[in-house]
């Protein structure tokens, strides 16, 4: 069974940077498609980047601001947030399909104070 545990975010102030880390455990199997999306309070989850292979996709909102990229261990991947704005602050989630279904991890509190 695949699991998604997510570290790193934390606290930033406007203009400043967060990396948030994403390891995948309980299959041999390389995850081709791995992605990150984020939930505000009373907003609906969004996803804001997703790597498929080496192929890597951003929301309008993120673009050229946050880097997803695989990490050096199977099954890993990273979301560099790089300028980050108020309007970032949610909570971090990694996901991944699997076995036919989406598996999520627990997710991580990303904050940003203007």
């Known amino acids: 069974q695949l699991k998604l545990v997510e570290s790193g975010g934390g606290l930033a102030q406007a203009g400043g940077s967060l990396r948030v880390s994403c390891a995948g455990s309980g299959t041999e199997l390389n995850l081709t498609t791995m992605a990150w999306y984020r939930q505000a309070p009373e907003k609906q989850r969004e996803r804001v980047a997703i790597i498929v292979g080496g192929t890597t996709n951003y929301a309008d909102s993120v673009k050229g601001r946050f880097t997803i990229s695989r990490g050096n261990a199977k099954n890993t991947v990273n979301l560099q947030m790089d300028n980050l704005k108020p309007e970032d602050t949610a909570v971090y989630y990694c996901?991944?399909?699997?076995?036919?279904?989406?598996?999520w991890g627990q997710g991580t509190q990303v904050t940003v104070s203007s």
């Open positions: 996901s991944a399909p699997f076995n036919s279904r989406v598996t």
